[in-house]
């Protein structure tokens, strides 16, 4: 019998844990894409609100959640906790697997605890429309969500292979009521040139990025909103971490390693960065970030800095990338196709304070089926990643015959992603290696950032 560990509504986290005070090192400032100097907060008022570039740059460690916001964390927060004990068996291992399961959201993913936030912030600052981007289509859905909860109009420019692959995200998103644009499209100027070059495109996360944007810069009413990278999008989620603390604390367990999948990297921020905050008061704890083969940031990229975008209209950070202009091949796990990693991320991996992994997309949904048969959730693509090493820690424990606690990130469902299962079973689903040659070219173009 599988153990849930709840805690109640009242122990939902009234505070965000801001890592940059415990950060290794000052970071590297992020840059003005058309100045090349670092920018000040006046230079992103016409795409945020300043309530949220404060955060961004906030030296605070604790930043106070908004009450609007709790009462709309309570519709899923807080998430459960499961112990895995039908997978242990299956595996015959001596480790203990937990999971904090984040696809109980009206979403069905982790991305509403950054959306609702943002959207209430613009919606204070007299915004009245919204322009995002999405992979796989679980920030958008997240947005659009959240803008119905606050009366924004919301446009999402969604990157063209997902749009394709999971049309039933894509009504999510006009059910609440957004407008959805596959990217690239004719509508923006960075669509339009993308296309010029490559009718085919199957678009990236940094072009649709680009597209919301330019919308959002060129429109007084409209600011653009991000589901990942940025510092105050990986504040936001570690509501996931500060929970999965009190419920090990109730379990009466303390992970060995955590783990989660890594695309942009707000759901490991969010898992991890309460975790290595308690190694200020002594405690041993690995935080291990998952990625995909084809699109492998951490583990093949380069600690330079670079454009968020692919039209670098978007500030410049320092970050692990694959090159602002590098297009990953049209993988099922969408969210993780993204050529860089948060700043914050990256500065813990290049410290070496967290390590990296990268898998092809068939080990995954190998994984993510045994865990579905195990115990009865089906795991989005991306989830899958951090399912296929948590697997993996497991075997280990059992081959060296340790006893290991294992927690990780099940950071949605994968109910609207069964095209992807069904390509699996059937055997043609593609394993993708990344292109060294494409990275190669677009590393040449990174910018040339002089301090």
Not at 21 to 31: C, K, N, R, T, Y
Not at 336 to 359: D, F, M, N, T, V
Request: aromatic content about 8%; proline content about 7%; some cysteine.
């Amino acid at each position: 019998m599988n153990t849930k560990i709840l805690l109640n509504e009242d122990q939902i986290p009234r505070q965000w844990y801001n890592i940059i005070p415990d950060m290794p090192g000052p970071l590297a400032p992020v840059i003005n894409p058309q100045t090349l100097k670092p920018i000040v907060p006046e230079d992103m008022l016409s795409i945020f609100p300043m309530s949220l570039i404060e955060q961004e740059m906030s030296p605070q460690r604790w930043i106070d959640i908004p009450d609007e916001v709790r009462d709309i964390y309570r519709l899923w927060r807080p998430s459960p906790l499961f112990r895995a004990h039908r997978l242990e068996k299956a595996l015959g291992t001596p480790a203990k697997i937990y999971y904090k399961h984040e696809g109980v959201s009206p979403a069905g993913s982790h991305k509403p605890n950054s959306a609702i936030p943002q959207a209430w912030y613009n919606k204070q600052a007299g915004i009245r429309r919204l322009a995002t981007e999405t992979g796989a289509g679980q920030w958008g859905t997240s947005l659009a969500l959240a803008c119905s909860m606050f009366g924004l109009e919301c446009t999402i420019y969604m990157v063209k292979v997902s749009c394709s692959q999971k049309p039933y995200r894509k009504s999510m998103m006009q059910l609440w009521g957004a407008t959805v644009i596959p990217s690239p499209s004719e509508l923006t100027n960075a669509g339009r040139s993308i296309l010029a070059h490559d009718p085919d495109c199957s678009g990236s996360l940094g072009i649709a990025i680009s597209e919301a944007v330019e919308d959002a810069a060129n429109h007084a009413d409209t600011n653009y909103a991000l589901g990942s990278v940025l510092n105050h999008v990986c504040l936001h989620q570690t509501v996931i971490g500060q929970e999965a603390r009190e419920q090990m604390k109730i379990a009466g367990d303390y992970p060995d390693v955590v783990i989660a999948c890594c695309g942009g990297g707000s759901n490991f921020a969010g898992l991890a960065f309460p975790f290595i905050a308690d190694r200020a008061s002594g405690k041993q704890v690995r935080c291990l970030a998952v990625e995909p083969a084809s699109c492998p940031t951490l583990t093949k990229g380069v600690y330079a800095f670079d454009y968020g975008d692919t039209a670098r209209m978007a500030p410049i950070a320092m970050m692990y990338t694959l090159g602002h202009d590098f297009v990953p091949p049209g993988i099922h796990a969408g969210g993780l196709r993204y050529h860089g990693q948060s700043p914050l991320i990256s500065q813990l991996y290049h410290a070496g304070q967290i390590e990296a992994k990268s898998y092809k997309q068939n080990a995954c949904f190998e994984g993510a089926l045994l865990f579905s048969r195990c115990e009865g959730i089906v795991p989005a693509p991306e989830s899958s990643h951090a399912v296929r090493a948590a697997i993996d820690e497991a075997v280990l424990a059992k081959e060296e015959g340790k006893e290991r606690t294992i927690l990780f990130g099940l950071s949605g469902h994968g109910q609207l992603d069964m095209g992807a299962y069904d390509a699996y079973l059937s055997g043609d689903l593609e394993d993708y290696e990344y292109s060294s040659e494409l990275v190669k070219q677009s590393l040449e173009r990174l910018p040339k950032v002089q301090l």
